[in-house]
């Protein structure tokens, strides 16, 4: 299994441009999740979704957009890129809500918008 | 809105010491506390977890402790070693969670 990937790996933006990050993940997991980890700090939820159709916003949805329309794949768009999304960006997915509720990262995308 | 506090943010132990940091969280719905390690420039990985009807669990030099009642949960690493210098995340939630804002621990041979 090649877990959760996330592509790409590093990618500077202009502002104003917009991208899509693409997370994949192969455990058939139904949740799935979108973080963003500011320099020296924690992890803040930006999306998640508990099953292919369903998505639903975490603590920083302003500026991003997702879509889950397979059980695989939770891409994350970023419309109107600002300097204020410079950032690393993980995804994760776990099995779901009965448990486990450990969740699995991928290797993370480094973006600066500049 | 539902807040996790994590201290202290940085800790600077000898080898061969104990290291603890500490969490509180808002959220009494919560009923599962991970804890992740993150090395520079990698993801987080899970270290260790717990659920509300634990109240302690071990895994050879890592433990954790929750008091549900104070809304505390508590990560314990014994015996410390250079390789253990890296950032941890406690969380607080279920299937969906809060993170605290991470303690760097230094590890000095």
């Known amino acids: 299994n090649a877990g959760v990937t996330q592509t790409p790996k590093f990618r500077i933006l202009k502002i104003g441009q917009s991208m899509t990050l693409q997370c994949a993940q192969d455990?058939?997991?139904?949740?799935m999740y979108w973080y963003r980890q500011d320099p020296g700090m924690g992890l803040k939820l930006i999306y998640y979704s508990v099953g292919a159709g369903i998505t639903d916003k975490g603590e920083v949805p302003n500026g991003y957009n997702v879509s889950r329309s397979t059980t695989e794949d939770f891409p994350l768009r970023l419309e109107l890129a600002a300097p204020s999304q410079t950032s690393v960006y993980f995804c994760a997915s776990s099995p779901g809500d009965r448990g486990p509720y450990e969740q699995y990262f991928g290797p993370g995308t480094r973006l600066t918008v500049t | 809105g539902e807040n996790v506090e994590q201290h202290p943010s940085t800790l600077s132990v000898q080898e061969g010491d104990s290291a603890v940091i500490k969490c509180t969280y808002s959220d009494s719905a919560s009923n599962y506390f991970p804890w992740y390690k993150q090395e520079l420039g990698k993801r987080p990985q899970l270290i260790i977890d717990i659920r509300s009807n634990v109240g302690e669990k071990k895994d050879q030099r890592i433990a954790v402790t929750l008091n549900k009642t104070a809304k505390h949960f508590s990560l314990h690493i014994t015996e410390t070693q250079p390789e253990d210098s890296a950032v941890y995340f406690c969380a607080a939630g279920t299937y969906k969670y809060i993170f605290g804002t991470g303690t760097r621990l230094k590890v000095l041979a």
């Open positions: 455990m058939n997991h139904n949740y």
